[in-house]
Nanobody, 127 residues
Framework: QVQLVESGGGLVQAGDSLRLSCAAS????????MAWFRQAPGKEREFVAAVATSDNNTGYGDAVKGRFTVSRDDAKNTAYLQMNNLIPEDSAVYYC????????????????????WGQGTQVTVSS
């Protein structure tokens, strides 16, 4: 069983930055693709960003391209989401997700493709 623990959320002002972390309870090197999703009140959970196991290939949702950066530190079994130039529309609960893929370059963008989820961390951006 894989456990994921997110941290780093909080209340910030528009234009500020935050970095979220997701610590995994297992070795993720060459095994687990990692991703971030978010869910605002009354909305569906949406894809934010993902990083594959191979060559650190990354993918982003349209709403965050150019502002957010996803990365992974396999030595620490941790994924990160650097969020810059935050806007109020970024306010949501952010969830980390992981899926065993082996060594692959493909980016998984659908909720249904991920088996393991963290408990979520709240990000609130005030205007």
């Amino acid at each position: 069983q894989v456990q994921l623990v997110e941290s780093g959320g909080g209340l910030v002002q528009a234009g500020d930055s935050l970095r979220l972390s997701c610590a995994a309870s297992v070795t993720i090197t060459s095994r687990y693709a990692m991703a971030w999703f978010r869910q605002a009140p009354g909305k569906e959970r949406e894809f934010v960003a993902a990083v594959a196991t191979s060559d650190n290939n990354t993918g982003y949702g349209d709403a965050v391209k150019g502002r957010f950066t996803v990365s992974r530190d396999d030595a620490k079994n941790t994924a990160y989401l650097q969020m810059n130039n935050l806007i109020p529309e970024d306010s949501a609960v952010y969830y980390c997700a992981a899926q065993f893929t082996g060594y692959r370059t493909s980016i998984l963008r659908s909720r249904s493709q991920y088996t393991y989820w963290g408990q979520g961390t709240q990000v609130t951006v005030s205007s």
